[in-house]
């Protein structure tokens, strides 16, 4: 995924692309549908002013039954490039910024996107809020059927 700078004027400009997931160098294992991006563009040198949104399906596995199921996942966020060399006393760790030598034609956003991307996933997966998982005796799923456990305890 590059930005072809040359492309874009000093003002505001909208990009949107759809992504495959090994463009980003995102691997098959995670289960990622094309990622849609959405990026807003708000330049005036030396500042190339982001707004990264991306939107994507996962398949995942539920934590409490165990079954497959696919979900949505989102996420946005600024990203602040400026032309030229960092200034020598810049002590700021900011991940939100990056300088960029002058005269970059090809931005390529894949290490951010993708970053994004793994950031974005969620670490919670319930099929559903009121997911009611396995049975700890016998490991019916208690969400398509009901066992005779309870009643036996
Ligand atoms: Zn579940
Ligand atoms: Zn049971």
């Avoid at 982001?50 to 990203?79: Q, S, W």
């Avoid at 300088?99 to 931005?107: C, F, K, Q, V």
């Avoid at 809020?129 to 059927?145: F, Q, R, S, V, Y």
Wanted: aromatic share 6%; glycine share 4%.
């Amino acid at each position: 995924m590059k930005i072809h700078l040359p492309a874009y004027s000093q003002s505001l400009h909208t990009i949107e692309e759809s992504l495959k997931p090994e463009e980003l160098g995102l691997p098959d294992a995670l289960r990622i549908s094309d990622i849609h991006l959405k990026l807003q563009l708000d330049r005036h040198d030396p500042y190339l002013d982001f707004k990264i949104a991306i939107e994507a399906r996962i398949n995942l596995e539920c934590d409490r039954c165990l079954e497959p199921y696919e979900t949505v996942f989102k996420a946005e966020g600024p990203m602040l490039f400026i032309l030229g060399s960092p200034p020598a006393d810049d002590e700021v760790d900011d991940t939100d910024v990056e300088y960029i030598p002058l005269g970059t034609r090809d931005l390529d956003l894949a290490d951010i996107l993708h970053d994004f991307v793994i950031l974005a996933i969620p670490s919670r997966n319930l099929c559903s809020e009121d997911c009611k998982g396995l049975c700890m005796n016998c490991g019916a799923n208690l969400n398509t059927e009901s066992c005779t456990c309870e009643n036996k305890n």
